[in-house]
C-alpha cells in the first residue's frame, strides 16, 4: 500500500516512464516530465520558505499546469486549498485567508487576484512557480505520512459559504484504489476531465484516480459539450 499521493505518481514513473501522462487540445507530458516539473516546483516553494503544513492556495481552470502545481505542492509537503474559480473575487480572498493561505499560485487570466488579496497573501503566477531558479530537489528530505492533509477542498456554498474539507493522503488513497478497483480502469483507459479539478470528484474521481490506474489523462478547461464529445470520439476517451 502506498504511503501518500507522491509514492503513486513515483511508481508511475518507474514503471512506465515515457507514456502520456496527461494531454490536453494542444500538448502530451509523459510521467517523466510530470515528475521532473513537479520536481521544480516543489524546490521553488522550498526556496521560497514554505514549510511543510504551510497552505498555498491554487486558482485556475482545469490544466496539465494546475495538476503540475498540485503535485509540485505535495511533494514540498504544504498542503494545496482548491480555490473555486467560480466565486465571486472577495469570496475567494476570505476564504483563502479563512483557511490561512499565504500565496495564491494563480493562472493566466486570474490576475485580478494580485489586486484582491491584501499584503497578508502574497500571489504567483503559474509559469514563475514553474520555472527552474535553484538547484534539484531532494524528495527524501520531506517526509510525507499517510495521516498529514494532503489537500484542503471546499463544499459547494449552496446554502452558506463553502466550508474548508481537510483530506489526508490515506483518505484520498483509500477512496481512489477502491474507485479504480471497482471499475477495473488500467493504464490502457483514457480518462477525460471536463469538470472542475478544484471540486472534490474532478480531484479524486477524476486526477488521482487517473494517477492511480496510470491512464492518460485528457483535461478539457471545462465542461464544453461539444469538446467532451470530442474527447469521445476523437480522442478515444472511454472514462
Not at 36 to 41: G, H, L, R
Not at 212 to 217: A, E, G, Y
Amino acid at each position: 500500500m502506498f504511503i501518500n499521493i507522491i509514492d503513486i505518481l513515483k511508481n508511475n514513473v518507474k514503471v512506465c516512464r515515457s507514456k502520456i501522462a496527461f494531454e490536453d487540445e494542444e500538448r502530451t507530458v509523459s510521467w517523466g516530465e510530470v515528475d521532473e516539473v513537479s520536481d521544480i516546483i516543489a524546490k521553488n516553494i522550498l526556496d521560497l520558505g514554505y514549510k511543510k503544513g504551510s497552505h498555498i492556495g491554487i486558482l485556475g481552470e482545469n490544466s496539465i499546469e494546475w495538476a503540475q502545481i498540485f503535485l509540485g505542492i505535495l511533494k514540498a509537503g504544504v498542503v494545496p486549498v482548491l480555490l473555486n474559480i467560480n466565486l465571486k473575487e472577495c469570496e475567494i480572498v476570505k476564504i483563502a485567508k479563512h483557511c490561512d493561505v499565504e500565496v495564491i499560485f494563480y493562472n493566466k487570466g486570474f490576475e485580478f487576484i494580485k489586486d484582491q488579496a491584501d499584503r497578508l497573501i502574497k500571489t504567483i503566477e503559474f509559469s514563475k512557480i514553474m520555472s527552474r531558479l535553484g538547484s534539484t530537489f531532494e524528495i527524501e528530505k520531506v517526509q510525507i505520512g499517510p495521516s498529514d492533509t494532503a489537500c484542503i477542498i471546499l463544499t459547494s456554498g449552496s446554502t452558506a459559504m463553502p466550508k474548508a474539507v481537510m483530506l489526508s493522503h490515506e483518505n484520498i488513497i483509500s477512496n481512489t484504489v477502491s474507485i479504480v478497483k471497482a471499475l477495473h480502469w488500467n493504464s490502457d483507459d483514457r480518462m477525460c476531465i471536463c469538470v472542475p479539478m478544484f471540486h472534490c470528484f474532478g480531484l479524486t474521481a477524476g486526477l488521482l484516480s487517473g494517477i492511480v490506474s496510470n491512464c492518460c489523462i485528457y483535461i478539457l478547461k471545462r465542461f464544453r459539450s461539444a469538446k467532451t464529445y470530442e474527447a469521445i470520439t476523437a480522442k478515444h476517451c472511454n472514462i
